[in-house]
């Protein structure tokens, strides 16, 4: 079969590349023993090394194993760029269980819709978006909400400095507190 876009590439970049057998986390744990002190992420100022990303995945996958998600279980990520849904993410696959990426900004017709199509029973959300969530959750399979703050990784110690969370009802918890919570 031709491809017409190999014509555009330059020289030096190939048509194909060999990727590693191996889980997207593992690969985090790769980065982590390698470039253990460098920064991972930098969100407004605030950085966390891969050594932070890795602790804190690790952390996430154990709570969310006690929530009781297990291997093949959906879990929608509803979050903006920030280091939460970078954390989120690993942990998901970390536990074998499957990333649902949801759009933040769908309407609350459209979240119903995504989440009775993916079977997702677990959401993380920001706060900003836990009404929305809420509305929908008696219409759809959603046992588990997970919620945060774009400010919970704004400061340089993101456990230490981060208040808690209020007016949390059954079925959700804060981002922060289940990572405390196995950790």
């Known amino acids: 079969m031709e491809r017409p876009w190999y014509q555009h590439y330059d020289y030096f970049v190939p048509y194909t590349i060999r990727y ?19 920064i991972a992420t930098d969100f407004y100022g605030a ?29 929608g990520l509803m979050l903006p760029n920030c280091p939460q849904i970078i954390i989120a993410y690993y942990a998901v696959l970390r536990i074998g269980a499957i ?57 340089p110690e993101p456990l230490e400095t981060a208040s808690p969370y209020e007016d949390l009802s059954d079925g959700e918890i804060g981002f922060l507190d289940l990572m405390k919570k196995a950790g």
């Not at 593992?26 to 002190?37: I, V």
């Not at 929908?136 to 909400?145: E, H, L, Q, W, Y």
């Open 20 to 38: 590693p057998k191996v889980s997207a986390h593992f690969l985090l744990e790769l980065a982590a023993s390698k470039y253990k002190d460098s």
């Open 99 to 155: 990333v649902v990426n949801v759009n933040p900004l769908y309407t609350e017709r459209e979240l119903e819709h995504q989440i009775n199509d993916s079977g997702a029973e677990t959401i993380f959300c920001i706060d900003m978006h836990l009404d929305k969530v809420r509305n929908v959750k008696a219409k759809t399979g959603i046992k588990n909400v997970v919620m945060t703050r774009i400010l919970d990784f704004m400061a």
């Open 47 to 75: 950085t966390l090394t891969y050594r932070q990303l890795r602790t804190m995945m690790n952390q996430l996958a154990a709570g969310l194993t006690e929530l009781g998600i297990k291997k093949g279980d959906r879990v």
